[in-house]
């Protein structure tokens, strides 16, 4: 894996000014140039000599500081040919997609706060205990049978067919029947180093699907870390995301007290979690973004420092239409061996 680029010289700025919607508007110190910083960024590389300016913008209850960084581990290259790959993989997206002549890669920062909490469950569930019943039941079945031949009769006289009859029998059988009870209990866990997205432009299941990333490799967030890089500013509010962080652990102490619970089987399962000894830091992390030009709806995200790669492609209405019927002549075939 080839390491990613590094960032040019870089200088830490405080805004001068405010451009239009919400930007702000920064002197660069090598050359004088004026440089416009968008809202939702954290710095810009000025195109007159290439200086990286970070801003240092005032922290705000919803726009904290960052806490972390976790560092790119590799460049352009590497990423394209990992989304290329993704890409492939998606069998219903349309040709153009799966194979795309050419792909828009960006590299950016991605806001995210990395959350821990005790996780404090209540819940209520219908256990099934499965046991098992022997039944004697009447079964209707058919046995050929033929017409005796008469005493001394000629031996080369052809015999006569043998005709289907049928007769009801008696056989004994094993029944499966479940016994319901109810159950209530507690459930107590820890849930450690959980990322849940900061950024309105990555939904929360594009990034669970490019997790985990390498926390041993994170490091103290400094301006210098993210100079010449984009790097988003926090574009959902903390509230907001605590709420995201509050039902990632009832879905994932669901899912634990699921694995654990006794019986057979089990129906309406009804939890309530508590969440107490919250911790949220924020930390930029590093994503690199593919898009196909031409297809809007494809977007591969590649994670710029372990490599994981997800995201979605459009799915080709031919492709499925196609699906459907080799289905339907699948089940068609089986069902006409079966009568055969």
Known sequence: MSAG?????????????EGPGGAVVLGCDTCGAVIEVAA?????????????????RAPLPDRPRP???????????????????HLRRQWLAPEAVRRPAAIELR????????WSAAARSAYAVTIGEDYEIEEEVEVEVEVDVGLPVAPGGDAG??????????RIERRKRTRTETEWHEVSAQHACWLRDVFVTASRGVAPAELEAIQPFELRRMRRHQPQLVAGWPAEEPSLARAECEQLAWRAAEDHARARIARQLPGDRWRELRVATRLDEVTLDLVLLPVWLASVPGAPGARVLVNGQTGAVGGKAPVSRTKVALQVVLMMLVVAAAAWLVKG
Do not use: N
């Open 40 to 56: 939702h960024e954290r710095g810009a590389v000025c195109p007159f000599c290439a200086t990286a300016t970070v801003v240092e």
């Open 67 to 85: 806490t972390f960084t976790i560092g790119f581990a590799f460049g352009e290259a590497d990423a394209a040919r990992r989304a290329r790959a």
């Open 5 to 17: 680029p590094e960032p040019p010289t870089h200088k830490t700025a405080r805004p001068q000014g």
């Open 157 to 166: 006289a052809r015999r006569p067919e043998r005709r289907p009859e049928r």
């Open 107 to 114: 590299a950016v920062y991605l806001p995210a706060y990395l």
